[in-house]
């Protein structure tokens, strides 16, 4: 599989996790979320910083996306801040997979 196919579905996973979290929903959830989005938080991050060779908006908005949503050393919000702040992350992995369509 093309890096870029691997970055299309790591949006696509993070993305779709992201929406269904919003929904009350059970803790482990939540830590399933957690590992998927940082995982790939830090995989787009690290490609697309290769692809640029360098840092760019992307680069530094999936790292704080990374950092957030790391589960080894979790940030604890409440229910309604983690809604709006996963509603949010749906935004630039979005906004990346149009730029994608255009390399």
């Not at 993305?15 to 919003?22: D, K, N, R, T």
């Not at 790939?40 to 908005?61: E, K, M, N, P």
Request: net charge positive.
């Amino acid at each position: 599989m093309k890096t870029k196919d691997l970055m299309k579905l790591a949006c696509i996973i993070s993305s779709i996790m992201l929406l269904v979290a919003i929904l009350p929903l059970q803790y482990p959830y939540y830590n399933l979320l957690r590992i998927t989005v940082s995982t790939a938080s830090a995989f787009l991050a690290f490609t697309d910083y290769q692809r640029r060779q360098g840092i760019g908006a992307f680069t530094i908005i999936f790292s704080v996306l990374m950092i957030l949503f790391n589960p080894l050393i979790p940030v604890f919000l409440d229910k309604g801040t983690w809604q709006v702040i996963d509603a949010v992350a749906i935004i630039p992995l979005m906004a990346f997979m149009i730029k994608m369509r255009k390399i």
